[in-house]
């Protein structure tokens, strides 16, 4: 579950979401709904590596962009790995 963040009002020296945030170049963290996970790990459990098409199908789905889905499939590959 993630931490509460302070959110910073939007002006023009705030990027959006989608934006990198200052010389770092970093994006704020995505909150991701308890439904997204949940429809993530049941793919996950079908599934361990998804293709492009099924990136493309579920990232459509759930409204989040194909490098987010990737990405939550690298670290809960590396989380299982970890458990075993």
Not at 12 to 17: F, K, M, Q, T, V
Not at 21 to 27: A, D, I, L, M, Y
Not at 36 to 57: D, K, N, P, V
Request: proline share 7%; with cysteine.
């Amino acid at each position: 579950r993630p931490a509460a963040q302070a959110v910073p009002e939007e002006g023009p020296e705030w990027p959006g979401p989608e934006e990198p945030c200052g010389r770092g170049g970093r994006r704020l963290r995505t909150a991701v709904s308890a439904e997204q996970i949940s429809t993530l790990e049941s793919s996950f459990q079908r599934q361990q590596y998804l293709g492009a098409a099924e990136r493309r199908q579920l990232a459509g789905r759930m409204r989040l962009s194909e490098v987010q889905i990737k990405t939550w499939f690298q670290n809960r590959r590396m989380k299982l790995k970890r458990q075993l």
